[in-house]
T-cell receptor
């Protein structure tokens, strides 16, 4: 019940296309859902995050869509660029667990020029 | 200014040795973490620590121990290194338990030969 399932494991998108990465969770107590971006040789960096009181959050070309009833959330990258090529992780946390993050397995995204 | 810095970036050592990885954060955060990232990029939390509580992932061997001389530092000591300890280790910090995002260091690639 503590798991966060992320898909796909890898994704190849043409430059200018939309990249979509999905995550699903079981525990309805999760109340914070961040996405992290990791480039080779670097640590994960917080990209965008959402709380369950909203269904969508947009920051530039990055959008989180959140479906509370389906217990799913997704990251959309519009106008994908080669510089977006990285590994993306979704995560979730529960207030009662002192907000310790539960991580998805990661998606390796490659944007083809 | 580097927010979370860890040293060394690379560490190659022989089986059976004892080694330490240092981590410092200048964000004023009250919680620090150690993560292990395996070759498949999966992130596994090892420890979370603030001035009140050390939470240990029960799957982490007791050869691994965190040491915090002060709020801004959390070092990782590893005794009797094994081949399976080879991985990238990340230090991270957050305010509270990560409910507002965790900030990661650049990682230490540990290779045990």
């Amino acid at each position: 019940q503590q798991q966060v399932k992320q898909s796909p494991q890898s994704l190849i998108v043409q430059k200018g296309g939309i990249s979509i990465i999905n995550c699903a969770y079981e525990n309805t107590a999760f109340d914070y859902f961040p996405w992290y971006q990791q480039f080779p040789g670097k640590g994960p960096a917080l990209l965008i995050a959402i709380r369950p009181d909203v269904s969508e959050k947009k920051e530039g070309r990055f959008t989180i869509s959140f479906n509370k009833s389906a217990k799913q959330f997704s990251l959309h990258i519009m106008d994908s660029q080669p510089g977006d090529s990285a590994t993306y992780f979704c995560a979730a946390s529960i207030r009662d667990s002192n907000y310790q993050l539960i991580w998805g397995a990661g998606t390796k995204l490659i944007i083809k020029p | 200014d580097t927010a979370v810095s860890q040293t060394p970036k690379y560490l190659v050592t022989q089986m059976g040795n004892d080694k330490s990885i240092k981590c410092e954060q200048n964000l004023g955060h009250d919680t620090m973490y150690w993560y292990k990232q395996d070759s498949k990029k999966f992130l596994k939390i090892m420890f979370s620590y603030n001035n009140k509580e050390l939470i240990i992932n029960e799957t982490v061997p007791n050869r691994f121990s965190p040491k915090s001389p002060d709020k801004a530092h959390l070092n990782l000591h590893i005794n009797s290194l094994e081949l399976g300890d080879s991985a990238v280790y990340f230090c991270a910090s957050s305010q509270g338990g990560g409910g507002t995002g965790a900030f990661f260091g650049q990682g230490t690639r540990l290779t045990v030969v």
